[in-house]
């Protein structure tokens, strides 16, 4: 059964910094990992999905890497801004299912 | 991507009464998902919504506790029976286009008290 963590379970920066998010997972024979993020009390927005087959995947300010063989995703935000604060969530399929499994996230503060 | 609309966004209701969630997907798609995110915790699926079949219920949950309905390719309802504070939670609606990837709705917020 596939199992996802993040750390740190919140994070507090200032504005302008470049961060690094990080998600573990269990079972390295995944078929997709993708980032979401949440607003307070709000649904999920997907920000980027990665694929088995994909080191990496860009948009924007976002850069998501996936290293299957350690386990480990870690979602990048350049330059961050007031508005990136959120909470930030990682989901990762296991063997033999699409299903996601999701972390319990990371809250995200970016001080102006 | 698609959009996936939720009703009500939120709701106070008491405790013994019951509450339908409704989603409205804009394009036809194969497989609905409900989630439940309780208070500072993550995502927990509660059942696949299958059109023309019963929903596919995960372990821990069950569908005299969640009645789910799945009356065509754009449309579910997630019931929510009998309600104690526990039940407490934000409710998601979710789909998947392609295998792996959801999309979510902007929630339910329930409160029971």
């Known amino acids: 059964k596939q199992e996802v963590t993040q750390i740190p379970a919140a994070l507090s920066v200032p504005e302008g910094e470049n961060l690094v998010l990080n998600c573990s997972f269990t079972?390295?024979?995944?078929?997709?990992l993708q980032w979401f993020r949440q607003d307070p009390g709000k649904g999920l927005t997907s920000l980027l999905l990665?694929?088995?087959?994909?080191r990496e995947q860009t948009s924007g300010r976002l850069n998501a890497s996936l290293d299957k063989s350690s386990g480990r995703s870690t979602l990048y935000i350049a330059a961050s801004q007031p508005g990136d604060s959120a909470t930030y969530l990682c989901?990762?399929?296991?063997?033999?299912?699409?299903?996601?499994?999701f972390g319990k996230g990371t809250k995200l503060s970016v001080i102006p | 991507s698609a959009v996936i609309s939720q009703k009500p966004s939120r709701d106070i209701c008491q405790r013994g009464t019951s509450l339908t969630i409704q989603c409205q997907v804009d394009?036809?798609?194969?497989?609905m998902f409900w989630y439940r995110q309780q208070p500072g915790q993550s995502l927990t699926l509660i059942a696949t919504?299958?059109?023309?079949?019963?929903?596919?219920?995960e372990s821990g949950f069950v569908i005299d506790k969640f009645p789910i309905s799945r009356p065509n390719l754009t449309f579910s309802t997630l019931t929510v029976s009998n309600m104690s504070p526990e039940d407490s939670s934000i409710y998601l609606c979710?789909?998947?286009?392609?295998?792996?990837?959801?999309?979510f709705g902007e929630g339910s917020r329930l409160t029971v008290l």
């Open positions: 979710s789909v998947d286009f392609q295998p792996g990837e959801l999309f």
């Open positions: 079972d390295s024979a995944i078929y997709n």
């Open positions: 990665i694929q088995s087959s994909q």
């Open positions: 989901a990762a399929s296991g063997a033999g299912s699409y299903q996601l499994t």
């Open positions: 394009s036809q798609v194969t497989m």
């Open positions: 919504a299958n059109q023309g079949s019963e929903a596919t219920y």
